[in-house]
Nanobody, 121 residues
């Protein structure tokens, strides 16, 4: 059993910053790609950023230069530092990880429960 638990969401004024964290726990052998997605009501979940096991990163165009994804492999944790937040960044943010579960030979994708980020004017 593997769980992803997110934290760090909240209410922030436009131009402000937040840092999201997501920690994986359970029967983990190794973690490969990790990422952050976001979703607003009535829209599909979209990829915001991801980071590979080798620390290569990729960002959705609207967050480039403002958001930074990083990971701490010793803590099984991925972070999303969000600077210069805009009203349109308001969404539920979900972390995602591709994990080899201990005792199996399968790579599975897991999701966190989501954390709300609300940017106010």
């Amino acid at each position: 059993q593997v769980q992803l638990v997110e934290s760090g969401g909240g209410l922030v004024q436009a131009g402000g910053s937040l840092r999201l964290s997501c920690t994986a726990s359970g029967s983990i052998f190794s973690i490969h790609n990790m990422g952050w997605y976001r979703q607003t009501p009535g829209k599909q979940r979209e990829l915001v950023a991801f980071i590979t096991s080798g620390n290569s990163t990729n960002y959705e165009d609207s967050v480039k230069g403002r958001f930074t994804i990083s990971r701490d492999n010793a803590k099984n944790t991925v972070y999303l530092l969000m600077n210069s937040l805009k009203l349109e960044d308001t969404a539920a943010y979900y972390c995602n990880a591709a994990i080899f579960v201990s005792g199996t030979y399968s790579l599975k994708t897991y999701w966190g429960q989501g954390t709300q980020v609300t940017v106010s004017s």
